[in-house]
């Protein structure tokens, strides 16, 4: 309703873009802040965070993103700790019912840029492979149904992006979260 | 001014048509050397043959785990139409002509037959099911 209204008052529209854009910076500049805290550590909270506040999101591996997102988004390698890493790059002959199987040197090369790139926020579950299984994942999405995550255009939590638009960038902010209706369609990339 | 503007217009559609020939150019490459392995493979192979690789992709199998598969589960039943990963994720249309950046690449071809051929029919396939598969791609109006 509300954005209905806005069409007509284009003014009104750019007063709140520029308040909200302000937001934004400020905001960002809270969590660099916040990032420089959690190095001094140790608040308990904390320890089941993943990376994701980081606003630095490392460069991405090229083979990591030829060899790891055709056929699912890409997955930040700050969303799961080394040990998790480690664990499934050593078995990518069966990964999650699927054949990723890699040659030798490249496997090599996308496991040390996921565990050089990992969470290190993690002091719990570290056998975990899947970062939809974390406790901070279950902590996070506890109020959703596991009906919600079989819904058509999601499939499965591990399909993040259908609900979070900025997961491949780590962007799982509040502002960015949509989740899809029963009757949607197929997801789109 | 004209001129200038149907000049543009020509260099853009040349442009495209060459660098689109150049696209069906590698995948006829890679047909050539699908067969230069199917040689290798069996002294008495002829030809590939589209409607054998059509068959190929629409055969439905068993698979020891129970689940009813074929190459249709992920690529959908039509070719030209984008198809959907186990983990929810878009796959881009197989048919060359929809999509001319299929079958250029020698080493992801490879790859993913290895993967599918595996995952579908639960063996690898061979050099002469390849090729029937790509030039029943390739071969999609």
Known sequence: ?189 | MRILKIIKFITTITFISLTLSQISEASEAILKELAKEARTADIKFVQFSASTGEKLFRTERIHSNGEKISCMTCHTADPKKEGLTRANKVIKPMAASINPNRFTDMEKVQKWFKRNCNDVQERICTPQEKGDFVKYMMSIK
């Not at chain 1, 937001?23 to 140790?42: F, N, P």
């Not at chain 1, 790139?117 to 970062?131: A, E, G, K, M, T």
């Not at chain 1, 009906?147 to 960015?176: L, P, Q, T, Y």
């Open chain 1, 1 to 189: 309703m509300i954005f209905f209204r806005l069409k007509k008052e284009p003014l009104l529209l750019f007063i709140l873009l520029l308040i909200f854009s302000s937001v934004a910076i400020l905001k960002a500049d809270d969590e660099a802040e916040e990032g420089e805290h959690h190095e001094r550590g140790g608040k308990s909270e904390e320890v089941y965070k993943l990376n994701n506040r980081s606003s630095v999101v490392p460069v991405i591996n090229q083979k990591f993103k030829s060899e790891c997102t055709s056929c699912h988004m890409l997955y930040q390698p700050s969303l799961l700790p080394a040990k998790s890493w480690t664990k499934m790059m050593g078995n990518l002959k069966q990964h999650f019912g699927e054949n990723a199987e890699l040659d030798p040197a490249v496997q090599k090369e996308i496991t040390n840029y996921l565990v050089k790139n990992s969470s290190n926020r993690f002091s719990s579950n570290q056998d975990v492979i899947r970062i939809s299984e974390t406790t901070y994942f279950k902590r996070k999405h506890d109020e959703l149904s596991p009906s919600v995550f079989k819904r058509k255009g999601i499939g499965s939590a591990a399909n993040c992006i259908a609900c979070h638009s900025g997961a491949e960038k780590n962007d799982f902010s509040e502002e960015n979260v949509r989740i899809p209706k029963e009757t949607a369609g197929k997801i789109k990339k």
